[in-house]
């Protein structure tokens, strides 16, 4: 993987030129960069770099870890960067960068200088996922070692883009963020990094004692509050911030015995969103259409059955509604702000009112009645109709 990297970067170097020619081998390759608050100075910029002397071991010194993880502080950020280069001699190369982890001291603060630097840099690009790390800080999450990837980043970008295995982490770029910072009533949500249940941030060495799951949700470009893992998917259902849902898991009690689980996976989730004004009043109706299959269950109960099948439907329907209804009063009762997507979904439809309204939307969104409406099915029941041990 390494390598091919570096092998990709030369021949594009070499056969169609770089904007300004300049020399690979003056320049180190960024995979994953860090932002933190600076002790000296204003801000702390981590970089995990390719290491090509490790590379060129071929296999003799497996010892040797084939990246490179340097911080070092400045005023801006641009700053900052610069400062590596007391320390490394080149150059970094931020083309191939897969991962920039924000703590949260800086991410409440604001996006604003690291937006502005990624959105003017020419080396950089739009596609970079985001992390907001939560009880630790940046520069520990690019420090932590990957028993699967020889370098950290990879595996953290791999785990962003599997998101929509569970649904339950947002996968935001720059390009997500950038679309959304500085409309009126648009705000973003982003993944997180933190400690796994019982971790002591300080004892963490490996990515394996961290979870990547939840949001953190920003008001403009500042972060104002963090969503759970099911609030975080019931958002996936309701804006398909990782477009639509093509696999998740729900997983029920069965209904004869509460002790006992179902696992039922989903296969493919998609929401109508319709905004109707009435009178003076605008109404919000989610509508969401869902298939799913018996993937598991630990009764010994004939589950496929029209009568059991229609069940489990029915419950599935009430665990996503009640889901929605939660995520709906967190944005509305509780963070009192429109990081589902809804105008974005008013702005599409109308754009003459979402105009009309569009300063005093946040008073208006508080207020919404909102009416929704599930419909699940489960179409199969995976390659065995009858559990293992029947009763």
């Known amino acids: 993987m390494i390598k091919r990297i ?17 020399d690979i081998t003056k320049q180190t390759l960024v995979v994953g960069m860090g932002i933190d608050k600076g002790q000296d100075k204003e801000y702390k910029v981590t970089l995990q770099l390719v290491k090509p ?15 490179l993880v340097i ?8 700053e900052a960067i610069r400062e590596h280069l007391k320390k490394t001699g080149r150059k970094a190369y931020f083309s191939h960068n897969r991962v920039i982890v924000i703590c949260e001291d800086i991410a409440k603060k604001e996006l604003s200088p690291l937006l502005d630097f990624i959105d003017r840099d020419p080396e950089t690009r739009l596609s970079h996922q985001v992390l907001i790390s939560k009880d630790m800080c940046a520069e520990d ?4 070692e990957s028993d699967l990837e020889p370098l950290p980043a990879i595996e953290i970008s791999q785990i962003m883009d599997n998101s929509e295995t569970t649904s ?3 996968s935001a770029t720059i390009f997500d963020i950038l679309s959304r910072t500085g409309n009126k009533g648009f705000n973003s949500v982003i993944g997180v990094i933190q400690p796994n249940n019982n971790k002591v941030p ?30 975080t998917r019931a958002l996936q259902f309701i804006s398909g911030f990782n477009g639509d849902i093509n696999s998740g898991l729900l997983i029920e009690p069965y209904p004869g015995d509460p002790k006992k689980r179902v696992s039922i996976e989903l296969i493919s989730l998609s929401t109508d969103l319709e905004t109707k004004l009435i009178g003076e009043d605008l109404k919000l109706f989610i509508n969401t259409k869902s298939k799913g299959v018996l993937a598991e269950q630990e009764s010994g109960e004939n589950l496929n059955t029209e009568e059991n099948l229609l069940l489990l439907e029915q419950i599935s329907e009430e ?10 009063n967190i944005a509305q009762k509780e963070i009192k702000t429109d990081f589902l997507g809804i105008s974005e979904q008013i702005l599409r439809q109308e754009p003459k009112y979402w105009k009309k309204i569009e300063s005093e939307w946040d008073e208006i ?20 109709s009858s559990p293992i041990i029947s009763k």
């Open 53 to 67: 002397s490790a590379l060129q071991q071929n296999g003799k010194d497996k010892s040797e870890k084939p990246y």
């Open 202 to 231: 300080s004892t963490i060495k490996e990515l394996i004692d961290t979870k990547i799951q939840g949001g953190a949700v920003f008001k403009e470009d500042k972060l104002i509050a963090w969503l759970g893992p099911i609030e």
């Open 365 to 384: 969104f508080t207020k919404m009645d909102v009416t929704i409406n599930v419909d699940f099915e489960i179409n199969k029941t995976g390659l065995t």
């Open 6 to 22: 570096i092998l990709l970067v030369i021949i594009l170097l070499s056969i169609t030129g770089c904007w300004d020619n300049k």
């Open 71 to 78: 911080s070092a502080e400045g005023d801006t950020i641009f």
């Open 141 to 144: 999450v690019l420090k932590l």
């Open 168 to 170: 339950k982490l947002i």
């Open 319 to 328: 665990k996503i509604k009640s889901e929605l209804e939660n995520i709906i």
